[in-house]
């Protein structure tokens, strides 16, 4: 896909890899509006994206809620005339044991990490079809891939949004619209900030701007998917297919460890 000209919507744009998307999106001639929930942080978000003349626009919406998919659509159709490409990037975490994690917590992760992005889509079917060349990018998580102790419903709910954008892509094959998925690994994020997690248990974190070049070489090459992680990754997604139990006791080698260093990640 040729990415001048083309209207996207990018939600939780306003920091992490949401902006890092944006700004390489804008980099390439596209037209960008984005989404996010904190009114200072999004308003300095469109500021920096804007820097240059560049076409950015932004507002306040939360996806979770059905008034703000649909504000986010609605605003989003207005500002752009149009939309080529939705990114479902908006996400949220709550790490640690199960048993402590509550159940509004719970709820959270799948209302705005899976409901929230398949109902957005649903709506914006239209509106892609319309465009003619219409683009899915579904943000993921490398846990979506191999799931990780302590992140047991975060890695529910981001394998669920990983298979609805496979199927979907599929389903709309051959009518114009294409699926993305991409999965990134440990990123240098706002969200990533009250977790401890480091390299010595596998979390090697690398610039959100990373992850949006390569998702950009991806949508320029019409890939399926865009997993990061490297050398090392693949070969941990090969052994998870082929010998679970291998992974099992790796895992198990730093469980202690990586509960103490992940029980505080939260940014729901």
Known sequence: MNLEGKRVLVTGGSSGIGFAIARALLGKGARVVITGRNAERLSQAVKDLQAG?????????DIAAAEGRALSLDR????LGGLDILVNNAGGVR???LEKTTEEEIRTMVEVDLVAPILLTQAALPHLRASGEG????????????????????????????RFGEALRRELKGEGIHVLTLYPG????PMMQSSKAGPELGFTREPAGAVADALIDGIETDAFEVVRGGEARAKMIAANRDNPAAVDDRFLTMKSALEEAVSGHSAL
């Open 76 to 79: 989003a159709i207005e500002i």
């Open 186 to 189: 440990a990123t240098d994020t």
């Open 53 to 61: 003349g560049l076409p950015a626009s932004g507002f306040c919406a």
């Open 95 to 97: 790490a640690g044991r």
């Open 135 to 162: 683009l899915i990018v579904n943000v993921t998580s490398g846990i979506a891939l191999i799931g990780a102790p302590f992140y047991t419903t975060y890695a529910a709910v981001k394998a669920g949004l990983s």
